[in-house]
């Protein structure tokens, strides 16, 4: 399965939201199934990003969002302006590369220190 930069932006802003650091949710975004959600919340789990739950049983792939991590937090600070994030992405196209994960942290970066004018 391929990693959605879209979706994990998604899985992300909705993990922000958990109040409790002990809750678990099983996000829906549209247009994605329940098991291309579960592996993008396994793959911000093994990044660090998040704190998930493999909640997995016979035959079945699913995994829950907890907690944001200190990563995951700062990760969420830099995507949460929707234009910063579209900028970022367009950086990273125009470089002719898949959007890897540094790649595009870095472009966020980018696009933040202009803004503040650093």
Do not use: C
């Not at 329940?34 to 998040?50: K, N, P, Q």
């Not at 790649?103 to 004018?117: D, W």
């Amino acid at each position: 399965m391929e990693r959605n930069m879209e979706l994990i932006r998604k899985v992300m802003l909705a993990a922000e939201k958990i109040e409790d650091p002990y809750d678990l949710i099983d996000p829906k975004v549209k247009g994605h199934s329940e098991t291309e959600i579960s592996y993008h919340i396994a793959l911000l789990d093994d990044a660090g990003l998040l704190k998930g739950q493999d909640r997995s049983a016979i035959g079945v792939f699913r995994w829950s969002a907890g907690a944001l991590t200190w990563a995951g937090q700062e990760f969420v600070a830099a995507i949460k302006d929707e234009s910063a994030w579209k900028e970022a992405i367009a950086l990273t196209e125009k470089s002719g590369a898949s959007a890897s994960f540094e790649l595009l942290s870095k472009a966020l970066k980018q696009v933040h220190e202009k803004r503040a004018g650093l």
